[in-house]
């Protein structure tokens, strides 16, 4: 099984910068796209921002410009740099990864979903 550990949510005024970590381990044939998704209070999640193993890039139309997704392929490590928080960006931050399987190969695909990180912009 993946497992997926977030870190670097918190608490932070309007204007200002977090950075998120997500680290995937575990058995896996290949580790495939990987993103970040956020659900509000009372709200759906709604995709942040998503990266493939290439490094190709999307971006809600809401955090584009603002914030920047990468990768350490050799890290399996995804980070969300959140740059000009606004109080709307208030959610829990949840990393999501896909992969593929030793046993079955690169013909099936699963994911996998962290605990989420809170974070929180004050206005």
């Known amino acids: 099984q993946v497992q997926l550990v977030e870190s670097g949510g918190g608490l932070v005024q309007a204007g200002g910068s977090l950075r998120l970590s997500c680290k995937a381990s575990?058995?896996?044939?290949?580790?495939?796209?990987m993103g970040w998704y956020r659900q509000a209070p009372g709200e759906q999640r709604e995709l942040v921002a998503t990266?493939?193993?290439?490094?190709?890039?999307n971006y809600a139309h809401s955090v584009t410009g603002r914030f920047t997704i990468s990768r350490d392929n050799a890290k399996n490590t995804v980070y969300l740099q959140m740059n000009s928080l606004k109080p709307e960006d208030t959610a829990v931050y949840y990393c999501?990864?896909?992969?593929?399987?030793?046993?079955?190969?690169?013909?099936?695909?699963?994911?996998?979903w962290g605990q989420g990180t809170q974070v929180t912009v004050s206005s």
């Open positions: 575990g058995s896996m044939f290949r580790l495939n796209a």
């Open positions: 990266v493939t193993s290439g490094g190709s890039t």
């Open positions: 999501n990864a896909k992969f593929s399987k030793v046993v079955t190969g690169p013909w099936a695909e699963y994911e996998n």
